[in-house]
């Protein structure tokens, strides 16, 4: 199993569409910039057919860490959460 990184996504860009390796790098790192500067200021990014990004915010929390049994106190944070499309969902449950 492969995984996909930003130099990989710039490759297949600069393979598809003829840019130099240069302006898909450029391309690929602006796409995800935007991607982050726009969950930073609370908006959801969606992607037809794809899936949307948006930021969750969770309360602090009483957790426990199973191995020790010793409770310890979880703050309040924000995390990014992703929620597929149904044709996304379609898509890999066929293969």
Do not use: H, W
Request: net charge positive; hydrophobic share 40%.
């Amino acid at each position: 199993m492969a995984t996909i990184t930003r130099s990989k996504l710039a490759k297949d860009v600069r393979d598809e569409f003829g840019f130099t390796t240069a302006q898909s790098t450029r391309l690929v790192d602006a796409i995800f910039d935007e991607i982050c500067e726009s969950l930073i200021r609370g908006e959801e990014v969606k992607f037809a057919g794809f899936g949307t990004f948006k930021i969750l915010d969770k309360s602090a929390r009483v957790a426990r860490n199973p191995k020790t049994g010793e409770t310890a106190i979880v703050s309040a944070r924000r995390v990014a959460a992703f929620r597929p499309s149904n044709e996304f969902r379609e898509r890999v449950s066929k293969k």
